[in-house]
């Protein structure tokens, strides 16, 4: 009998320590609890600086350039630096024909000065006899021998002798005018007369540094060509191209911050929203509906005075704050049907708990209803945990286990 005892004792050991061995662990979970938190939510986009005011300096005259001695980070003063100078074009080489075509327009308009100036001396002539004939009928009048009508035609005569004399000198200064042209019309390149002939100076419209220089070597441009472009490197502001359905949330005067442009971050507001949205093809072939914000820096110049034109930045634009708000980390959160739920820890065991949130960024989310402050909530659940699984959350986590 007391061997069969030892025996029975033997395998109620056995089946107890295989029992122990293979009695499921507790899942061992992170944890953290619910409580109060300020929370701040922000909107998020990739951003570019500019110049607020960028001048744009083009050829007042079409003509020869001479080159640029400006390049880019170089002072200029408002209406003292000269920033370009714009030389006469040189007339251009002629080919055979449009040689033959003005000597021949010379040549007659030579011609025609010529017979200008002899119509002009037929005149003069005129002139004089029509003259002399009114002395000699004014003395025959004088006498009473010459009736008065004689008198007035002689008169009359003079007038218009003198009258064709004038006709006739401003013809030969017509045709002294078409000589002339006709003579330009001939004249070639020549380096020297071009180089006296100077200069439409272009001065500097505005105070600043020099940003680009579009066009530096000497050349021939036309009029309107831009040069140069000016501006303040301190007077910056950001602008960003944020989703429409961000730029909703989005109010002038909202504060910002910006960042990652390789200085500490910068301290800015928001100063106007585009009221239309353009269409633009993210990199994924997405097409999305982008609404452009302006931001404006604030504080000191001096501390982004490495920032420069065009530079990439991060902007974080603040649409909603609360402060002293129930809240739980964003890792416990995951979706049970149409809502929010989490597992929270209870007497050891997980137990899944539907809740209400309302704003979130991205470590908190407001919690509207579901669990009271100083409930602990596990993070990142995996698949293994489920409602009523015992758990025990490790050393150091944020709630026992």
Same mark, same amino acid.
């Given at each position: 009998? +007391?061997?069969?005892?030892?025996?029975?004792?033997?395998?109620?050991?056995?089946?107890?320590?295989?029992?122990?061995? @293979?009695? #499921?662990?507790?899942?061992?979970?992170?944890?953290?609890?619910?409580?109060?938190?300020?929370?701040?939510?922000?909107?998020?986009?990739?951003?570019?600086?500019?110049?607020?005011?960028?001048?744009?300096?083009?050829?007042?005259?079409?003509?020869?350039?001479?080159?640029?001695? @400006?390049?880019?980070?170089?002072?200029?003063?408002?209406?003292?630096?000269?920033?370009?100078?714009?030389?006469?074009?040189?007339?251009?080489?002629?080919?055979?024909?449009?040689?033959?075509?003005?000597?021949?327009?010379?040549?007659?308009?030579?011609?025609?000065?010529?017979?200008?100036?002899?119509?002009?001396?037929?005149?003069?002539?005129?002139?004089?006899?029509?003259?002399?004939?009114?002395?000699?009928?004014?003395?025959?009048?004088?006498?009473?021998? +010459?009736?008065?009508?004689?008198?007035?035609?002689?008169?009359?005569?003079?007038?218009?002798?003198?009258?064709?004399?004038?006709?006739?000198?401003?013809?030969?200064?017509?045709?002294?005018?078409?000589?002339?042209? &006709?003579?330009?019309?001939?004249?070639?390149?020549?380096?020297?007369?071009?180089?006296?002939?100077?200069?439409?100076?272009?001065?500097?419209?505005?105070?600043?540094?020099?940003?680009?220089?579009?066009?530096?070597?000497?050349?021939?441009?036309?009029?309107?060509? #831009?040069?140069?472009?000016?501006?303040?490197?301190?007077?910056?502001?950001?602008?960003?191209?944020?989703?429409?359905?961000?730029?909703?949330?989005?109010?002038?005067?909202?504060?910002?911050?910006?960042?990652?442009?390789?200085?500490?971050?910068?301290?800015?507001?928001?100063?106007?929203?585009?009221?239309?949205?353009?269409?633009?093809?993210?990199?994924?072939?997405?097409?999305?509906?982008?609404?452009?914000?302006?931001?404006?820096?604030?504080?000191?110049?001096?501390?982004? &005075?490495?920032?420069?034109?065009?530079?990439?930045?991060?902007?974080?634009?603040?649409?909603?704050?609360?402060?002293?708000?129930?809240?739980?980390?964003?890792?416990?959160?995951?979706?049970?049907?149409?809502?929010?739920?989490?597992?929270?820890?209870?007497?050891?065991?997980?137990?899944?708990?539907?809740?209400?949130?309302?704003?979130?960024?991205?470590?908190?989310?407001?919690?509207?209803?579901?669990?009271?402050?100083?409930?602990?909530?596990?993070?990142?659940?995996?698949?293994?945990?489920?409602?009523?699984?015992?758990?025990?959350?490790?050393?150091?986590?944020?709630?026992?286990?």
């Amino acid at each position: 009998m +007391l061997r069969r005892l030892l025996w029975v004792l033997l395998a109620l050991l056995v089946a107890g320590g295989l029992a122990w061995a @293979l009695w #499921p662990e507790p899942a061992r979970v992170e944890a953290a609890v619910v409580d109060r938190q300020d929370i701040v939510v922000r909107v998020e986009e990739q951003g570019r600086s500019r110049i607020r005011e960028v001048f744009t300096v083009s050829a007042p005259i079409s003509g020869r350039m001479s080159r640029l001695d @400006l390049h880019p980070g170089d002072a200029v003063t408002e209406g003292e630096t000269v920033v370009a100078r714009v030389h006469p074009a040189a007339p251009p080489l002629l080919d055979l024909r449009s040689r033959r075509i003005a000597e021949a327009t010379r040549d007659a308009a030579e011609a025609a000065l010529g017979l200008a100036r002899a119509e002009l001396e037929r005149a003069r002539a005129q002139a004089d006899y029509a003259g002399s004939q009114l002395q000699r009928a004014g003395a025959l009048a004088d006498r009473g021998t +010459l009736a008065t009508r004689a008198l007035e035609q002689a008169r009359l005569d003079n007038a218009a002798a003198q009258a064709a004399v004038e006709s006739a000198s401003a013809n030969v200064l017509m045709r002294q005018r078409e000589l002339e042209s &006709a003579r330009a019309a001939l004249i070639e390149a020549d380096g020297d007369a071009a180089e006296e002939s100077c200069c439409a100076e272009v001065r500097a419209p505005a105070s600043g540094r020099i940003l680009r220089v579009l066009s530096e070597n000497e050349q021939v441009v036309a009029a309107g060509t #831009p040069l140069v472009e000016i501006g303040d490197p301190l007077d910056l502001e950001i602008e960003v191209e944020l989703l429409s359905a961000d730029a909703v949330r989005v109010r002038e005067g909202a504060m910002a911050e910006v960042d990652d442009w390789g200085g500490p971050p910068l301290a800015a507001r928001v100063v106007r929203v585009d009221p239309s949205a353009e269409t633009k093809v993210s990199a994924l072939g997405i097409e999305e509906q982008r609404v452009t914000a302006v931001l404006a820096l604030e504080g000191d110049p001096s501390t982004w &005075a490495e920032l420069g034109d065009g530079y990439r930045v991060t902007v974080r634009i603040e649409v909603w704050r609360g402060e002293d708000l129930p809240a739980l980390p964003l890792g416990a959160l995951f979706r049970s049907g149409e809502g929010w739920a989490v597992f929270r820890i209870e007497d050891g065991r997980a137990r899944l708990t539907r809740i209400e949130i309302g704003e979130r960024n991205d470590d908190w989310a407001e919690l509207k209803g579901g669990l009271e402050p100083g409930t602990a909530v596990i993070l990142h659940p995996g698949d293994s945990i489920a409602d009523g699984v015992r758990v025990s959350a490790g050393t150091g986590d944020a709630a026992p286990g």
